[in-house]
């Protein structure tokens, strides 16, 4: 009875009602309608709005990304070394809604300063966004290793965190636009836009803050304050979070550039700016179904692993498809739709592997670091997302792209099909080569027994 109380009060066997799966995924919708505008919107914002040159925006998002990759790392030690009645993840939940939203609010507030003036705004709000933005994601994603140790429930927790977070990236790509004209566009209507997509994300991390709660235990051999280098040390010899982060920086590379370049592509090689939503349609509803309907039963019956590899290679289908006829309609949205279903089995995986990544380190080393396994992963994606929109800020320039210009050259219409095509295609590629290596899903359940005779010595 003791061992089962114990197995109990680790969150080892706990199967979690709807009410909290759903909370707890809550956040991802809300951080999602935000983050969706960084890696969409932002860098057209600023073009093509505001007036800065790519390839200025592109370096500084760079280096901000980097920098705030280091605050990953803080923030992870922090979340590692919280104690409160609430756990050591949900507080900075409940702190940092507010101030989230408002700073992203104040991202899209550009005065008119003069170009240097701008540039120094810019550059303020957007380090601003991306420090609380690390902040309050740290802990919001370590939950899902803090609620359950259960593989099932995690990868159930992953697909449903997938779902509302590809159901924002849907919403805000399909009504940003007509919601900017509708306010009159220019700066005050993405400003009006961005005001109530900020409110609506406060409301879901309180609702992500009020639905969880923590139950998983550290073991007792663990550490409780296991010195950086210690836990560094533990966390490079994880081969498998070495994987999984690698492979999650090829994802956000992969999404950030298609992300990125697809307004460009739209406005310049489609005609039709405003198709970017018929093609997020396209490819998030099939995402949803995939994610909804089939990729827990195909979680189940063949693994994390083999499902998000199929699903990369579907996407490279999909890309392929894309070349038949860049400007038709058609073609484009048939295209959509296969990313979406490759899209939706990739998001099988992604944080719960990581999840997972915590065990095994548990059981190799002793040392059991949620925190810190997660912020050092969301340094390389950090990185990666900085790198994708510096890639294309850069390529951008490289091609001939001139900021605010109605018509563009061949050579920078070309370099935005390369962009949008080949970029996300090598990188589905290499996301297949990594997962070929990936085998902690075999093992898993051996692990689990281990730590459990290991917990209750």
Request: a positive charge; glycine letters at 10%; charged letters at 15%.
């Amino acid at each position: 009875m003791a061992v089962q109380n114990e197995q109990q009060n680790s969150g080892l066997e706990v199967s979690l009602s709807w009410r909290e799966r759903i909370g707890v995924s809550a956040y991802g919708f809300g951080g999602n309608l935000l983050w969706t505008a960084l890696t969409s919107y932002i860098l057209f914002f600023y073009t093509d709005v505001i007036g800065v040159e790519a390839v200025a925006i592109g370096t500084m998002m760079l280096f901000v990304r980097i920098l705030d990759g280091g605050a990953d790392i803080v923030m992870g030690i922090i979340v590692d070394k919280t104690k409160s009645k609430y756990g050591k993840a949900r507080p900075w939940i409940k702190w940092l809604a507010i101030p989230f939203g408002l700073s992203f609010m104040m991202l899209f507030a550009v005065p008119d300063l003069g170009p240097s003036g701008t540039f120094i705004y810019v550059t303020v709000t957007y380090v601003l966004v991306n420090l609380i933005y690390t902040a309050i994601t740290i802990p919001a994603t370590t939950l899902m290793a803090l609620v359950t140790k259960n593989q099932y429930e995690r990868a159930l927790l992953n697909i449903i965190g997938t779902v509302v977070s590809t159901i924002a990236s849907l919403l805000v790509l399909t009504v940003t636009l007509p919601m900017v004209k509708a306010f009159g566009n220019g700066k005050m209507g993405w400003l009006i836009t961005f005001i109530i997509f900020g409110v609506i994300a406060i409301f879901l991390y309180f609702w992500t803050f009020f639905a969880s709660t923590e139950r998983v235990t550290e073991a007792k051999k663990s550490n409780e304050n296991v010195p950086l280098k210690q836990g560094l040390k533990a966390l490079f010899s994880n081969k498998y979070w070495v994987l999984i982060t690698i492979l999650l920086i090829m994802a956000f590379l992969n999404m950030g550039i298609s992300g990125s370049v697809a307004l460009y592509f739209t406005t310049y090689v489609m005609k039709n700016a405003e198709f970017i939503g018929v093609i997020s349609i396209a490819s998030r509803i099939p995402s949803v179904l995939v994610l909804a309907i089939a990729c827990a039963p195909l979680v189940k019956r063949f693994g994390k692993r083999n499902v998000v590899m199929a699903g990369s290679g579907i996407a490279v289908i999909g890309r392929l498809v894309m070349l038949i006829d860049l400007t038709s309609p058609i073609v484009i949205i048939v295209a959509s739709i296969i990313l979406g279903i490759g899209g939706g089995m990739l998001g099988a995986g992604s944080y719960a592997f990581l999840s997972d990544t915590v065990e095994y380190g548990e059981w190799k080393s002793g040392v059991r670091t949620e925190g810190l396994v997660f912020s050092a992963s969301s340094f390389g994606l950090k990185v990666g997302a900085g790198l994708a929109t510096a890639i294309v800020g850069w390529c951008l320039a490289y091609f001939g792209y001139k900021s605010g210009t109605a018509v563009q050259s061949d050579r920078a219409i070309e370099g935005i099909k390369f962009l949008y095509i080949w970029v996300p295609m090598a990188f589905s590629v290499l996301q297949m080569v990594i997962l070929y290596f990936y085998d902690l899903d075999k093992i898993y359940p051996q692990i689990m027994s281990d730590l459990d005779v290991r917990n209750a010595e």
